[in-house]
């Protein structure tokens, strides 16, 4: 009985070890070892986190500081050095999820700060795209034939005014803007680029496509060499593109649709090559109406290489391979969404993973716009109030439907932007009327922050507003710094600086929350030098950051990629963020890390080409690096 009591307290004894250890099959440890091997543990582990909590404050640290500091202190490159973070979980396994961290995001009332950048941007900011070469391409029409700003060396282009008199256009219409200094240097515009579409090329150039009159079949090719201005081809097109919309496919060719009396779409070719014909398109004939509210068509690039393409209330995904619609999507009730009654459209966030789905989610918002016939009404000066909802289409599930909510405040002609944390930005426009000359009031100076994946009603967040009414043709483009540069607006023909809504020609810059002060410490710097910047897909590639933080858990760290947009009349073409599967987060020094994350699956996820790179801490993202995806 004694024999039997005690082989019982033994069996217990090793359960106990067991359940204590975690592990099903491991043994109890033998005593002794099991003392040394703690002692082990703690001579060899104490130190290290006193290195890691303290090193900060008793070593000097060359790492912190703000952002501004980045150039100053561009970091240290030690190969063969590597802590892993310490409370962290490993990453890789296909369950892991990009939007889920171990912490939520930091929280701030900061509500945005406005700054005059420029009080004369030389041409008004009706188009506008950022390069990669970190400059602002902005021109308006040349209708005008004026502008604040002269052509270079007394040059002027002759032209015959609509009487046929021999006249001469010494102005520029078109400037490149550092959006550093606010430097503008002139561009020579010929034929005419007034409510034209664009894109960037894979290698960085910008292509824009249209206009008006003269410019309505030509396509220009701005390159980013230090000297560089537009090379124009007036007879590319087929039909007119006047109000169309041009975006960047899988395999890198851009495609063209609509514009003002064009039921048709086309590829745009290689330089100096035209198109004999269009493809009859005629969804957008059946989507237009007394007021054409279906110019400026909401297009993006699906997943699967698709088009998904909205006019005035109605969408449907096209296949670009076979020009054939395969599926059309319910109707969107509620009113006109496309110019004149002009609402906002974006893709939310791309969630990748480090082994995806077969199929990748993709979802549309379209938020604003108008009554069908607000257009007609506003020229005999009735301003019926703008549409005051969002709407969301998750374009890649089967029998999607669209899911609304309603805005703080109505708009119409506003601009919607992707932040590089995940949020949208909504800004600019009117709370009465639609686009066009003449036809909105009551400007919505308030920007809106919304959260999409935040509880229904804690989505939308009102912010500071600016002081300059930015109405019809008004434009703005995300910074690498993660401000927004903000300007445009002229709903009068001409320059007019007395109007009731004049001319604008100051520039602005606009602080997203994440850039509250107060979460300056929390905020990543990329180190560049030891990062790689071109990616092939499919591929993981490192990016190194400093973070002054003494333990960072890798759940909390994300890595989103941003297609820098062609903005004009409240719609950013091309404009994409992804969020990366991510491999691992390791610590390669007291505040420095190294995030290993896997570039994008395909070139339908992703189209060959320039990005912005962020890395996100609990919300607050760097300043960007270039990456080019090849």
Known sequence: MERKRRDRKQR????????????????????????????????????????????????????????????KNPGLKLPGITIPLLGSIGIGDETDKADQGANPPFETDYKGLWMLLSADSGANAMHVNLLPNNKIIMFDATAFRMSTLKLPNGECIPYKDDKKRDKEDCWSH????????????????????????????????????????????????MDTCEDCDWREFQYTLADARWYATQITLADGGFFLVGGRKSFSYEYVPPAGKSNAESIKFPFLYQTTDIEENNLYPFVHLSSDGNVFIFANNRSVLLNPKTNKIIKEFPILEGGSRNYPASAMSALLPIKLYVKNAATIAVEVIICGGAKPQAYTLAQNS???????????????????????????????????????????????????????????????????????????????????????????????????????????????????????????????????PYLDPALAIHRPIIVEEASETTLTYEKNFMVQFRLGESFVDKRDVKVSMYAPPFTTHGYSMNQRLLFLGKVDVRKVFPTVYQVEVVAPPTREVAPAGYYLIFVVYLGVPSKAMWVQIK
């Open 12 to 71: 217990e004894a090793k359960e106990k070890g067991k359940k204590h250890c975690g592990f099903k099959h491991r043994e109890a440890p033998i005593e002794g070892i099991s003392s040394m091997a703690a002692l082990l543990r703690t001579l060899i582990v104490f130190p290290l986190l006193l290195v890691t909590v303290h090193s900060q404050f008793w070593l000097p640290n060359p790492f912190r500081g703000s952002n501004d500091d980045q150039d």
């Open 174 to 221: 078109g400037v490149e803007f550092d959006y550093n200094t606010g430097y503008k240097r002139p561009l020579k515009m010929v034929f005419d680029p007034w409510c034209s579409s664009g894109g960037l090329t894979a290698d960085g150039i910008l292509i824009s496509t249209g206009g008006w009159k003269d410019g309505t079949r030509t396509v220009r090719y």
């Open 382 to 512: 009735i301003f019926l109030p703008a549409l005051q909802d969002c709407n969301r289409l998750q374009i890649t599930k089967p029998n999607a439907q669209w899911k609304k909510e309603t805005m703080p405040t109505p708009r119409v002609m506003g601009d919607m932007l992707n932040l590089p944390n995940g949020d949208l930005l909504i800004l600019n426009g009117a709370k009465q009327g639609t686009s066009a000359w003449y036809s909105a009031e009551d400007p919505n100076l308030n920007p809106i922050l919304y959260s999409p994946y935040k509880p229904m009603n804690q989505r939308f967040k009102v912010l500071n507003p600016t002081t300059i009414p930015r109405m019809y043709h008004s434009a703005v483009a995300l910074l690498p710094d993660g401000k927004v540069l903000v300007g445009g607006s002229n709903p009068n023909p001409g320059y007019n600086f007395t109007a009731k809504y004049p001319t604008e020609m100051r520039i602005e810059k606009f602080s997203p």
